[in-house]
């Protein structure tokens, strides 16, 4: 089946250092969809990607989709300590999502 | 965005009982509720797909008679952890959407399920 692979699994940075986290596929993603989980807590949607090569920006957080719809990205510019959690990736396949293993961010201040 | 409720939030059972947990969408009608198993510290595993008025899909790997999943409505679905042992510990999450309103899905706070 279809299968999201997403690195790193973790990632510790200073406050106000950057953050990237990367998803990748063999096969051709359908549209990219981003969550992310408090510690603790349930994923939010965060925001979907559908277009070959569309960037979308929220605040700090810049989410690319690559020209090829095989990868996206999640950039945090100058993280802060409310940005700590675990980022999922998810592509649309069908009618339900397939989750990468997720990026856990943690911030130090 | 859309609010789902999950009930319990947490549960402690006994290994051989069986366990029901209740997804509900409160402000909007559900066509599509998911269930999802996560271990500590890993991804969401889907375990199923649930559509109103019709059976449950369920993912390989997940037994249908051991997970019985039930969208009696477009509000509600439930999922019913039956016979239940210390290797079905985990946290179920339910999710809700429906795509002529919205994109994503929208989950539920989870159920923490411990089995002794």
């Known amino acids: 089946g279809q299968q999201v692979m997403q690195i790193p699994q973790y990632q510790h940075v200073q406050e106000g250092e950057d953050f990237t986290t990367y998803c990748n596929s063999s096969?051709?993603?359908?549209?990219i969809q981003w969550y992310k989980q408090r510690p603790g807590g349930h994923p939010v949607f965060l925001i979907q990607l559908v277009k070959s090569g569309e960037v979308k920006k929220q605040k700090r957080l810049t989410f690319q989709f690559g020209e090829a719809k095989k990868n996206s990205s999640l950039h945090i510019t100058a993280t802060q300590t409310t940005d700590v959690g675990t980022y999922f990736c998810a592509d649309e396949y069908g009618n339900k999502l397939v989750f990468g293993a997720g990026t856990i961010l943690r911030v130090k201040s | 965005g859309a609010v789902v409720s999950q009930h319990p939030s947490w549960v402690i059972c006994k290994s051989g009982t069986s366990v029901k947990i209740e997804c509900r969408s409160l402000d909007f009608q559900a066509t599509t509720m998911f269930w999802y198993r996560q271990f500590p510290k890993q991804s969401l595993m889907l375990m199923a797909t649930?559509?109103?008025?019709?059976?449950?899909?369920?993912e390989q790997g997940v037994e249908k008679d051991k997970f019985l999943i039930n969208h009696a409505s477009l509000t509600l679905s439930t999922l019913t952890v039956t016979s239940a042992h210390p290797e079905d510990s985990s946290f179920y999450i339910c999710s809700a959407g429906n795509r002529g309103l919205y994109n994503e899905q929208f989950f539920g706070p989870g159920t923490r399920l411990t089995v002794l």
């Open positions: 649930s559509n109103e008025g019709s059976k449950a899909t369920y």
């Open positions: 096969t051709t993603l359908s549209n």
